[in-house]
């Protein structure tokens, strides 16, 4: 898991590397095992104050297409950097007008094994159409613990976070430097 300090580092990275009126502002930078995914505010289209919901819907999804087609060439070469120093595909999203839309992404396969309440489960969504197959169920599920469940899951990454600190300041830690100022030449401790 990424925690808040490397996010925050990844994020200014970005935010440096970036040419600037690329977005109209840098609103999210996200990383896990597999990608990191860059959102950014684009201008929303400019119609009439009365414009149906169907034109405004339709100006929308041009103007997120147009900003795909312009920037994709500086989007590959600040994708091809970032992938060389993190180690990580990058994917990229936009919001305009309040729609968020995301560009290609990764789509990584998850493993599990399920006990049968739990099959009958997927089963079921796969039963009522709300799902293809079981891994389009298990998807869904996942989606729908997302939505339900933010603040519990941001609580969650926090404690993550705290732990991952403690953990740091153990004994298997790198010694800081009166510990290794301590130490003799032939390894063992001066206690005097």
């Not at 690329?22 to 009439?48: C, H, M, Q, Y």
Request: charged share 30%; with cysteine.
């Amino acid at each position: 898991m990424i925690t808040s300090g490397q996010n925050a580092k990844l994020r200014g990275w970005f935010a440096g590397r970036l040419p600037d009126g690329l977005f109209e502002e840098l609103t999210e930078v996200t990383a896990d095992r597999e990608e990191i995914t860059v959102v950014g505010r684009i201008a929303a289209p400019r119609l009439a104050e009365d414009a149906p919901d169907a034109e405004r819907r339709a100006a929308v999804d041009a103007r997120i297409q147009e900003f795909r087609d312009r920037t994709r060439e500086t989007r590959t070469a600040v994708a091809r950097d970032a992938e060389h120093r993190f180690r990580h595909k990058v994917s990229w999203g936009v919001v305009c007008d309040g729609e968020r839309a995301l560009f290609t992404h990764v789509a990584a396969p998850v493993m599990t094994r399920l006990r049968q309440p739990e099959r009958q489960v997927l089963d079921t969504l796969i039963a009522a159409s709300v799902a293809r197959s079981r891994s389009d169920a298990l998807a869904w599920c996942v989606r729908l613990v997302q939505r339900h469940t933010d603040d519990w899951l941001t609580e969650l990454r926090e404690s993550l976070e705290y732990v991952q600190r403690v953990r740091a300041q153990g004994p298997d830690a790198a010694p800081g430097p009166s510990a290794a100022a301590a130490e003799s030449d032939d390894g063992s401790t001066d206690r005097g």
